[in-house]
């Protein structure tokens, strides 16, 4: 992520942050159980809301994040370890994890496919995945809006894709979608699953 980008996150996040994505972070990371991976934490803006657990693993590849996500996880209520890691590598043996977190984070990696296989990889059966997401309309003329837009989208804003079919994604990779919730004329999307091992 460009380090001017990440440098102004939080400054450009801001208003629907207080809008409403607060409000959304808060009720679904209150159902964050166990030991907790959180993907892409960024600037760290989810630390607070982690009220029920113990400990948190926090992995952001990205050092201007990093750097300031620092006094967020010093503030918050659960123990936070922050990593340097991809989320297409993660470092950890699988079955680790009660639950795998994910929040504004899947637009941007560069293999959301093989991000989702390593969240299920990580995860225990029957492990709890949370997600926050933007992701691709199911209106055809919108969708198509957000792929010619992608490009540039892509460069203004570290990366990140305005049009991936994140739902199907977690279906492909081992989840089972427990419920979906749909914001802003469902172009952003709130997402429970299951991790489901083949036996």
Known sequence: MGDLFAKWYDSLMGPLEKRRFQAVRKKLLGKAEGKVLEIGSGTG????????VVEVTAAEPDPVMREQ??????EAPAKVTLIDSPAEQLPFADHTFDTVVATLVLCTVKDP???????HRVCKPEGRLLL??????DNPLLSSVQTMLTPLWKKLCGGCHLNRDTLTLVEQHGFHVVS??????RIFVVVEAVSIKRR
């Open 45 to 52: 803006i989810n630390f607070k809301h982690y009220n029920r």
């Open 69 to 74: 996500s620092r006094l967020r996880m010093q």
């Open 113 to 119: 496919a093989l991000a989702l296989q390593e969240l």
């Open 132 to 137: 926050f997401e933007h992701v691709r309309h």
């Open 180 to 185: 979906t919730e749909q914001f802003y004329n």
